[in-house]
């Protein structure tokens, strides 16, 4: 199972949220069933509940794996790691548990 923030790691935790929680992106309504898989150094991040720390750390991965496209230029890096942190700052609003997988 990889990490549901960096799309990296190996999930070792698993967040909890209640479902459907998170905010629409621009038009588009997230699909969300409340868990966030975590590996260990997104958890850390996560634990700190620094959103910018987490969306930069997945932003990085994106890049080294070119896994997005909006990552081809540094204006769409940057737009991604704003996107990305008011996911996570949504995530982290609600509270979530912490379970081992």
């Given at each position: 199972m990889q990490c549901d923030f960096c799309s990296a790691?190996?999930?070792e935790y698993v967040y909890v949220i209640p479902m459907g929680f998170l905010p629409s992106i621009g038009d588009a309504v997230q699909a969300d069933d409340g868990r966030w898989n975590a590996c260990y150094e997104c958890s850390a991040l996560v634990d700190a509940r620094d959103p910018e720390a987490v969306a930069r750390h997945t932003v990085s991965v994106m890049e080294r794996d070119a896994l997005n496209p909006m990552i081809l230029t540094p204006e769409g890096s940057a737009q991604l790691v704003e996107i990305l942190m008011?996911?996570?700052?949504?995530?982290?609003?609600?509270n979530p548990s912490k379970e081992n997988i």
């Open positions: 790691g190996t999930a008011t996911q996570y700052a949504a995530i982290f609003s609600a």
